[in-house]
């Protein structure tokens, strides 16, 4: 308790260099906070994206259809599929994927037909709550459809106009037939947007002659349940319920994406380190100062008796307590800057609908508060300071009593 009091008195003796270095410590402890509570935000956003609206966590497809999309490749009975996973306890809902010549007026372009069961896809993806405009599919309009951003204005096409289709049926013939737009998907994805049509799952059927089989079907992991073990359980259903399928993980079939999320959360800490690196610097030479002008102080602690370890405390003492402090000011001054980040967040209107590895960005930019966003600045803040304070508080030390008391 004397060895914390006298730090304490010490810090203040130059208060000058204290409340600079404090001061530092504090402004890069809340940049720091913010930063991350960007970063995370941002991520999350594009993993909600990703997962939530576009991939889920894992997908089952027939041997062969990834490398060679067809529509003749598909799982021959998804309904059996399906079952095993209900009866695992995760989420799933099977797709129907075709390519088209889509049109309006004057404008046609390619596009991507993906037929499903509204109410069995709301349990994998939230794409239906994601409409810029007009409503999501209902079984009771079968014509109706839906289409991406960029889509609807290559094609100059809005809700309640019709649309064209044309394309090859499985049986050979001409497929082609006439939808109404229900919506108007918001910017999701560089693919969703330029070239996807969501339709009922019996409309695509008759509209490719496809009576039976499935693409794709998308998997949902429970909470709680990694990646990996998650991937077990629909191996062992889908091994059990029909043969001929492969499962990946949204990490299998995005591997550029997922080495960008991991990359992104190590640049936080690697931009952290760097900040705080250039406080150290600050701290070291304020410690250095306070230890050379209190030189002749230590020799005479030493001189009457003074351990070295208890010198050694000293200067480690003064070095947390200045620590401590701008931790409190740090994170008190970031709670309404973290507030307005989550609840307002930043607009960005102008990157907005920006594609990230073809995953956009929203158009307001909002932070996100978990244990790591606290927890992360601050362990890299201590261990910085520590580093910094030691070579002063050893070197004070291993100083001689004679040579500090003659030392001028």
């Known amino acids: ?39 995370q935000g941002m991520l999350g956003s594009m993993e909600s994206t990703l997962l939530d609206v576009e991939l889920g966590e894992i997908q089952i497809h027939a041997d062969g259809y990834l490398e060679r999309p067809s529509i003749w490749e598909r799982i021959e009975d998804p309904d059996a599929l399906l079952q095993a ?7 799933s809902s099977a797709r129907l994927l075709g390519g088209a ?16 069961r509204p109410e069995r896809d709301a349990q994998v993806s939230d794409v239906y709550q994601r409409l810029d ?70 409309q695509f ?57 991991d990359s992104a959360q190590a640049a936080v800490q690697v931009v952290a380190f760097v900040v705080y690196v250039v406080i150290a610097i600050l701290i070291l030479n304020a410690m250095l100062m306070a230890v050379f002008e209190r030189i002749r102080e230590f020799g005479v602690l030493k001189a009457i008796g003074v351990s070295p370890r208890r010198v050694l405390a000293l200067i480690l003492i003064e070095g947390a307590l200045q620590a401590a402090l701008a931790i409190v000011i740090g994170l008190v001054a970031s709670l309404p800057a973290l507030w307005f980040v989550t609840a307002r967040g930043i ?40 580093l910094a304070v030691l070579f002063p508080a050893v070197k004070a030390a291993r100083i001689s009593p004679i040579e500090a008391i003659h030392h001028q």
Do not use: C
């Open 205 to 261: 059927r008759s509209f490719f002659v496809l009576e039976d089989g499935a693409h794709q079907v998308i998997v949902r992991s429970g909470e709680g349940l990694d990646l990996a073990t998650a991937a077990g359980v629909v191996e062992q259903a889908a091994a059990s319920s029909v043969p001929g399928v492969e499962v990946k993980s949204w990490r299998d079939l995005l591997p550029g994406i997922a080495n960008i999320f």
């Open 101 to 116: 010549l889509v049109a309006s007026g004057d404008a046609s372009t390619g596009a991507v037909l993906k037929g499903l």
């Open 1 to 39: 308790m004397k060895v914390l009091r006298m730090a304490w008195r010490n810090l203040w003796r130059n208060g000058r260099r204290t409340l600079v270095t404090v001061g530092a410590m504090t402004l890069a402890l809340w940049a720091m906070v913010l930063y991350t509570s960007l970063m």
């Open 347 to 386: 607009d960005v209107g102008q990157l907005g609908g920006t594609a990230i590895m073809g995953v956009s960005m929203d158009q307001v930019w909002t932070g996100a508060v978990s244990p790591a966003t606290i927890a992360g600045p601050v362990m890299i803040l201590l261990f910085i300071v520590g």
């Open 85 to 91: 996973l209900d009866e695992t306890g995760l989420r």
């Open 133 to 202: 405009r007009g409503e999501w599919l209902d079984r009771s309009d079968p014509k109706g459809v839906v289409l991406g951003y960029r889509l609807a204005r290559t094609l100059a096409i809005d809700v309640g106009d019709e649309l064209v289709a044309l394309s090859q049926a499985t049986d050979g013939s001409m497929a082609n037939d006439l939808f109404l737009v229900r919506g108007v998907l918001e910017s999701l994805s560089e693919d969703t947007d330029r070239a996807t049509v969501f339709l009922v799952e019996d």
